[in-house]
């Protein structure tokens, strides 16, 4: 299996930018790479054999939204090779109006989908990756949740949430972002109005696209 890299269409701060600048590839793919997030598959850039692909059960279809991150475990748990290479060769447009455009529900495919992966054999590393990356999750969809708040003006119950966040997590943004929260509501909505706040990140999310099998 390979997948390559992807230059972004669309979506204010993405357009001309690749994919693996925002969810980069480093080192060896393995299952505890993949889920630590130090390597992001894009789907849509992904060619793998097809004795490889169902020797692993394809793509479920209970859970759509969290099966092509699993798929691409269960692949490098199986043993088989993945590499990846950072030449661009395709392009991928983000959507703010569908699935890719979405941060809360790309948040909520990335638990999605770690929580499956619970559910398969891994080590201690993987285990330990796993729990991290789910943890990491649960942050940035109550952060996701809170700039949905601010831009529908639910200011006070946005300051309830971000600051139940930095209470655990004191990041010194977080913590400016609060104190803006609280003294000046509306510039924070104006910002994130202007930055398209509803872009993806792509972490774990199952990035939909054509997928490729080779024959």
Not at 127 to 156: F, I, P
């Amino acid at each position: 299996m390979v997948y390559a890299n992807a230059a972004l269409i669309d979506g204010p701060r993405r357009r001309g930018r690749t994919f693996m600048e925002l969810a980069p590839s480093r080192g060896v793919v393995s299952a505890e790479a993949l889920l630590a997030a130090r390597c992001n598959v894009i789907t849509s850039g992904t060619v793998i054999r097809r004795e490889v692909l169902m020797s692993v059960g394809a793509f479920p279809n209970r859970r759509a939204h969290a099966e092509d991150f699993n798929t691409w475990l269960r692949v490098a748990l199986s043993g088989a090779r993945i590499g990846y290479q950072r030449t661009v060769l395709l392009r991928h447009r983000i959507r703010l109006d569908g699935l890719t455009g979405d941060s809360v529900s790309s948040a909520q495919r990335a638990i999605q989908a770690l929580v499956d992966a619970a559910e398969m054999p891994l080590g201690r590393r993987e285990r330990q990756a796993r729990e991290r990356s789910l943890a990491r999750m649960h942050r940035r969809l109550r952060v996701e949740q809170v700039k949905g708040m601010v831009l529908s003006g639910e200011y006070a119950e946005a300051r309830r949430q971000l600051q139940a966040v930095v209470a655990r997590h004191p990041r010194p943004k977080w913590l400016a972002a609060l104190l803006v929260l609280y003294l000046r509501p509306g510039l924070v909505r104006r910002r994130l109005l202007g930055q398209g706040a509803s872009e993806n990140d792509g972490d774990h999310a199952a990035e939909p696209g054509p997928r490729q099998v080779v024959r």
